[in-house]
Nanobody, 124 residues
Framework: QVQLVESGGGLVQAGGSLRLSCAAF?????MGWFRQAPGKEREHVATISLSGITTSYAGSVKGRFTISRDNAKNTIYLQMNSLKPEDTAIYYC????????????????????WGQGTQVTVSS
């Protein structure tokens, strides 16, 4: 069993920055961030490998968001810069607890555990 605890959400003006954190309690491998805006499907934001060397980003956030991890703290981060109103959503941390998965990292079905979510609101 793995528990994921997110923090760092809040209200920020367009163009501002926020950093989300996700602490994992239990063994994880690949970890990532997804988000869900009101009335929309949950979408992939970013994912990072266990080593931290390999990352994957959604096109809408590439160049603005950076995912990183500190394995000593079993924590991942999402640095979000140049925020836009369309980034407003609940952000969820997710973890894969298997060494290999048959699905792309962008597919939420491949993740085994999810956090409770943290609200990010970007005002215009």
């Amino acid at each position: 069993q793995v528990q994921l605890v997110e923090s760092g959400g809040g209200l920020v003006q367009a163009g501002g920055s926020l950093r989300l954190s996700c602490a994992a309690f239990g063994r994880t491998y690949v970890m990532g961030w997804f988000r869900q805006a009101p009335g929309k499907e949950r979408e992939h934001v970013a994912t990072i490998s266990l080593s931290g060397i390999t990352t994957s980003y959604a096109g809408s956030v590439k160049g603005r968001f950076t995912i990183s991890r500190d394995n000593a703290k079993n924590t991942i981060y999402l640095q979000m810069n140049s925020l836009k109103p369309e980034d407003t959503a609940i952000y969820y941390c997710a973890a894969i607890t298997r060494q290999t998965v048959p699905t792309p990292w962008s597919d939420s079905a491949g993740y085994d555990y999810w956090g409770q979510g943290t609200q990010v609101t970007v005002s215009s």
